[in-house]
């Protein structure tokens, strides 16, 4: 390529919005030799080998800890398990899966010691073409990046200065490109009536699926992403028995 022509190249991308970069794309993370044998939803059968763990401090409820979700990086689907997940509330459940599409099921026992399963889909997990644009929108306007990044657990992540329609508070957050939706995270709030979370991950308006939060400091949260990594767990949902619930 000669000067000339890559000049006019350079200036083309710059009049298409185009900025020339040198991020790499988000390497996927392989299936390990367990997930042949054991993923099967035909069977009840859920793999998950990794897991992020959070630590954080609830300022509002004046709790702290620690919370673990298991991941299989390949579909997205996150496992959520009692104790370890969701330590407040919803004691008949064992454990809940969600899914990127809005699927989320839910195994435990009910009042009588019957061990049951709930299958529901959140259908707002399916953002649509306008509800994207604003998305993005309100990220472009309220998520101003800073000069600073870092590699931590294999994801780069990003600082931005979060600011609020509300308010003139900003707080500094940090964002994680995943090579999987975290919207099974993000959709837990919108099963808050069954089951929540210690924090909360109201997300889904302003970050896209592959936007981890790894860390924020505000006046009523404290959260930071302190592990990402292999920690294989199987959830079995075979032996619950399938519960219809109505609409």
Same mark, same amino acid.
């Given at each position: 390529?000669? #000067? ?5 190249? *350079?200036? @083309?991308?710059? /009049? ?13 993370? &392989?299936?390990?030799?367990? #997930?042949?044998?054991?993923?099967? &939803? ?21 709790? #702290? ?5 298991? %991941?299989? &990086? ?9 104790? @370890?997940?969701?330590? *407040?509330?919803?004691?008949?459940? !064992? ?5 990127? !599409? ?12 019957? +061990? ?14 306008? $509800?994207?644009?604003? =998305?993005?929108?309100?990220?472009? $306007? ?7 990044? #870092? =590699?931590?657990?294999? /994801? ?21 490109? $995943? ?10 709030? /919108? ?15 302003? *970050? ?14 404290? /959260?930071?992403? $302190?592990?990402?990594?292999?920690? &294989?767990?199987?959830?079995?949902? +075979?032996?619950?028995?399938?519960? +219809? %619930?109505? !609409?």
């Amino acid at each position: 390529m000669n #000067r000339q022509y890559f000049y006019c190249f *350079l200036l @083309s991308a710059l /009049l298409a919005g185009i900025q020339p970069t040198n991020a790499q794309a988000v390497k996927k993370i &392989p299936a390990d030799k367990q #997930r042949a044998a054991q993923w099967s &939803p035909a069977k009840g059968q859920y793999y998950f080998s990794h897991a992020l763990v959070f630590d954080y401090e609830n300022k509002t409820e004046k709790t #702290r800890g620690s919370l673990k979700i298991h %991941v299989d &990086p390949v579909t997205g689907a996150m496992c959520f398990q009692k104790e @370890s997940s969701f330590k *407040l509330g919803a004691k008949s459940f !064992d454990f809940i899966i969600g899914f990127p !599409d809005g699927k989320y099921i839910y195994c435990g026992v009910d009042e009588n010691g019957k +061990k049951v399963k709930i299958t529901e889909i959140q259908e707002a997990l399916k953002l649509d073409a306008e $509800t994207k644009a604003q =998305q993005k929108e309100d990220f472009t $306007t309220y998520c101003i990046p800073t000069a600073n990044t #870092r =590699q931590e657990f294999g /994801l780069e992540s990003q600082e931005y200065d979060l600011g609020y329609a509300t308010s003139d508070a900003k707080d500094k957050i940090w964002l994680a490109k $995943t090579p999987f939706s975290v919207y099974s995270l993000y959709g837990f709030e /919108l099963i808050e009536g069954a089951v929540s979370l210690p924090v909360s991950f109201d997300y889904m308006h302003l *970050l896209a699926p592959d936007q981890l939060l790894t860390e924020i400091n505000s006046k009523d949260l404290v /959260l930071k992403l $302190t592990s990402f990594g292999r920690d &294989p767990f199987l959830a079995v949902t +075979k032996g619950y028995q399938e519960l +219809k %619930v109505n !609409d």
